[in-house]
């Protein structure tokens, strides 16, 4: 999971502009009084011919010029944050950024408050001479764009007695992408598309498992043929033979997203009055991070792997191969997120004959089943995954209750749709979730070329 900075610049607002270099700063109440008293010892040494009296106050004065003087100067603090390293991990991730604060002449500390949604503010007293770096760290789960941090830094000047004008950052947002996991073995399509690749098709030719043995016939290579399996079946050398493969094929993987939903472990949350906290990974997390899984282990077989969204219709990313498409499709899956109730789909996206459909969907809706069950009846191999996080129930009350029951009982009773349509269901929040793909796997793999269309 990495970050994708955005430098802040176009989103800084007036409060930002506000703490420019050219604005006085504050005067403190220590000062205020250290003036005063300053101008009463003064003024009574000489009303009163006592110059004791008022060589006590030529210090305060001296004090209360030097922090008149820096005022009028009207230096201040300049704050300014930014993401700079990877955040590593979609479980316990952790989003590291640094805050580089630049102080004018004459600032003794720098106040500075970090403030981030859905995190107490941190704020801490700390020394810049000129100019200096701290860095933050923030714990994250999600991914996806979301906010940052905002940075409020105000100076002080000597013996706290001045304060500069608040300066402010604009809210700075990254793009958090998903980590993909491993998978040691995969499903394959029905049918395997293409002349390259590192699976057995049913089809006859080069670079895959033993076909047969059968006699030479012209167009077939010398180098194969096999000389025992002649010597054997013609000892007198009147005919040869040769060996024949299966061809080598690749699979083409389409990933759909449901990215209508949202939702987090609280079922409270769902109506959107309440925020999700968090620490809690929603839907959509799980989706991208499965997602990005399966595609990173399809596209490192060698397989061509494209990208459809079922919120937003513009988002389709054609199938392709290589260490740039899964880029592609990582930084894809990373910007999806819920626009508005999208338009109804007349019909399902059209794919290419012989594609493996994943379907990566919440399925509280009959959409993402419909376009499912759709495809399958079309003849693709489907693979629905589940991706609702486990739910937290303890604390609703007896209505909630019942709206959680009637929405599960709908929700099952699609799954169970889906299943007796052909369609292959994998939970992923399940820990049996690897050894139901093993076994989806194993019904591809069974020997050579089974149930692949030549």
């Known amino acids: 999971m ?144 979301q906010e940052l941090a905002r940075v409020d830094a105000q100076g002080l000047g000597h013996g706290g007695d001045l304060t500069a004008p608040v300066a402010r950052t604009g809210r700075t947002s990254v793009t958090v992408l998903p980590r993909a996991g491993a998978l040691t073995a995969l499903p394959l399509p029905f049918r395997l598309r293409g002349l390259t690749g590192q699976h057995s098709s049913r089809r006859p030719g080069e670079g895959g498992e033993l076909r047969d043995v059968h006699p030479w016939q012209p167009g077939d290579s010398l180098r194969r043929v096999d000389w025992r399996a002649t010597a054997r079946r013609s000892p007198r050398g009147e005919e040869l033979y040769t060996r024949r493969t299966f061809a080598l094929a690749e699979a083409h993987v389409t990933v759909v997203v449901d990215s209508r939903d949202d939702v987090g472990p609280d079922p409270a949350t769902w109506s959107g009055a309440r925020p999700v906290r968090p620490e809690d990974a929603t839907s959509l997390d799980l989706a991208r991070s499965a997602a990005a899984t399966v595609a990173q282990a399809y596209l490192g077989a060698g397989d061509r792997v494209g990208l459809e969204d079922l919120g937003v219709r513009r988002r389709t990313l054609r199938a392709g191969g290589g260490r740039r498409q899964l880029d592609r499709v990582v930084h894809g899956l990373a910007i999806l997120r819920p626009q508005g109730d999208p338009a109804p789909r007349v019909r399902a996206p059209q794919l290419p004959s012989g594609t493996l459909v994943w379907v990566f969907s919440t399925f509280l809706d009959p959409e993402g089943a419909r376009v499912a069950a759709h495809w399958r009846r079309a003849g693709h191999r489907v693979v629905a995954v589940d991706v609702l996080p486990p739910l937290r129930t303890r604390h609703l009350d007896a209505r909630a209750r019942l709206a959680l029951r009637l929405v599960t009982l709908e929700r099952a009773d699609r799954l169970a749709d889906l299943t007796a349509a052909g369609v292959e269901l994998v939970r992923w929040a399940d820990d049996d979730a690897p050894a139901r793909l093993q076994l989806l796997a194993r019904r591809s793999h069974r020997r050579p070329g089974a149930g692949v269309g030549r």
């Open 2 to 145: 990495t970050t994708q900075p955005t430098r802040p610049g176009a989103d800084e607002g007036p409060d930002v502009r506000r703490g420019r270099r050219g604005a006085p700063w504050a005067v403190g109440v220590r000062l205020v009084w250290t003036a005063a008293a300053a101008a009463l010892l003064l003024v009574t040494g000489a009303l009163g011919g006592r110059p004791d009296v008022a060589l006590l106050g030529v210090a305060p004065a001296v004090v209360a010029l030097w922090g008149a003087r820096a005022r009028l100067g009207g230096a201040t603090v300049r704050g300014e944050v930014w993401a700079d390293v990877v955040a590593r991990g979609a479980e316990a991730g952790t989003l590291h950024a640094a805050v580089r604060l630049t102080a004018p002449p004459g600032t003794e500390a720098v106040r500075v408050r970090v403030h981030r949604t859905g995190h107490a503010d941190a704020e801490a007293l700390v020394d810049v001479p000129l100019t200096r770096t701290l860095p933050v760290r923030a714990a994250s789960v999600r991914t996806g764009p």
